[in-house]
């Protein structure tokens, strides 16, 4: 990695890259100007629609790059977001706390509008919306189908409510924040827009849950360690307290 001249403040480094095609090329860690910024995105933009509009199979010496890891990020996503949307009432009906349902229903709210935000994105990418199926989000959704059979109902049904809404909004989170970067990188401005937009909400929504945990829940639930007040008597102990003398 080489130091690459400027007079800016913080300068832009610039490395040697590689392609799988055996190019190689210089990279600066510089943000191009606007105008480029303008052209990048329309490049992309026209890659991806020419490839939808005559539906153009890849091989597998396609060089794949950023504009089609943010489709597939935008696929998984709009499946993940559809399936949290459907999964949402039952942790809400399972909710015994009045605010941790609340904040719930709110948050299944502001998941309609991630949907339609995907939906946007496709747009502006010349994209039809289509989902593709994800299996991080079903493992976590069934995961947490699990814990809500395990737990709900019990002193630690809310808290284990919060541990799995939590997981969901983590993976919402790494991934929304990894588009954000992708749809910057491209100029992609109308996207970034859109997923910056729901990336905030996932984060305020983690943020709720925990501050819901901290606040009352985990305390409520740990209640059940305060009142057992009759444990089985050790042995050991019972002997300590008599002064017998252990054999
Ligand atoms: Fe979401
Ligand atoms: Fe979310």
């Known amino acids: 990695m080489a130091a690459k001249a400027g007079t800016s403040e913080k300068a832009a480094t610039t490395r040697s890259k590689t392609t799988k095609a055996g190019r190689t ?5 510089a943000k191009p100007a606007a105008e480029q910024r303008q052209k990048r995105a329309k490049t992309a933009v026209s890659k991806v629609a020419a490839r939808a509009s005559t539906r153009q199979r890849r091989t597998a ?4 790059g950023l504009i089609d890891l943010l489709e597939h990020a935008l696929r998984d996503m709009y499946y993940a977001e559809r399936k949290i949307y459907r999964a949402l009432p039952k942790m809400i009906k399972a909710a015994d706390d009045d605010e941790l349902a609340a904040a719930l229903t709110s948050h299944r709210e502001e998941t309609a509008t991630h949907i339609e935000a995907l939906e946007a994105s496709f747009e502006a990418m010349g994209l039809r919306a289509k989902g593709e199926k994800c299996d991080a989000i079903d493992g976590i959704l069934d995961e947490a189908t699990g814990i809500l059979e395990d737990f709900g109902g019990t002193l630690a049904g809310d808290a284990a409510i ?3 809404a939590r997981a969901v909004e983590h993976y919402e989170i790494c991934r929304y924040s990894a588009m954000v970067g992708f749809a910057d990188a491209l100029g992609l401005d109308e996207v970034h827009k859109h997923l910056q937009g729901v990336l905030d909400q996932e984060m305020a929504a983690d943020a709720k849950m925990v501050a819901l945990a901290e606040g009352s829940i985990n305390e409520a639930a740990s209640e059940y360690d305060e009142d057992d007040s009759d444990p089985a008597p050790d042995p050991g102990m019972a002997a300590a307290k008599t002064g017998a003398k252990k054999a």
């Open 25 to 29: 090329k210089e990279v600066s860690s």
């Open 162 to 164: 919060i541990f799995s």
């Open 61 to 64: 010496s396609d060089e794949k």
